[in-house]
């Protein structure tokens, strides 16, 4: 059991720049994998990106490539999400997800731990 803490979310302009944290307590391991979702009005839940332990594999959903950005400080227990040439469609609840497993995709595991969210709201 892993409890996650998300901030960073806020009200930003089309073409800005976030960058979201999450902060980790409780139980750890190098199989770990942190995972971040969202979720807009209407529609369902969605990867947004994924990185492990090391930081050598990373997951991207197509829409975010090339502008979001995964990493982590291990000695922090801490992952972030940065975020550059927000749109209006990234408007969402962002979420932060622990997942364990290795030898698959980051987005074919399973997330077994949630944070409550942040709201990242980006206006044109």
């Known amino acids: 059991q892993v409890q996650l803490v998300e901030s960073g979310g806020g009200l930003v302009q089309a073409g800005d720049s976030l960058t979201l944290s999450c902060a980790a307590s409780?139980?750890?391991?190098?199989?770990?994998?942190m995972g971040w979702f969202r979720q807009a009005p209407g529609n369902d839940r969605e990867i947004v990106a994924a990185i492990s332990w090391s930081g050598r594999k990373t997951y991207y959903a197509d829409y975010v490539k090339g502008r979001f950005t995964n990493s982590r400080d291990n000695a922090k227990n801490t992952v972030y999400l940065q975020m550059n040439s927000l749109k209006p469609d990234d408007t969402a609840v962002y979420y932060c997800?622990?997942?364990?497993?290795?030898?698959?995709?980051?987005?074919?595991?399973?997330?077994?731990?949630w944070g409550q969210g942040t709201q990242v709201t980006v206006s044109s």
């Open positions: 409780g139980r750890s391991d190098s199989r770990n994998v």
């Open positions: 997800a622990v997942g364990r497993g290795v030898g698959v995709s980051l987005d074919l595991i399973y997330y077994e731990d």
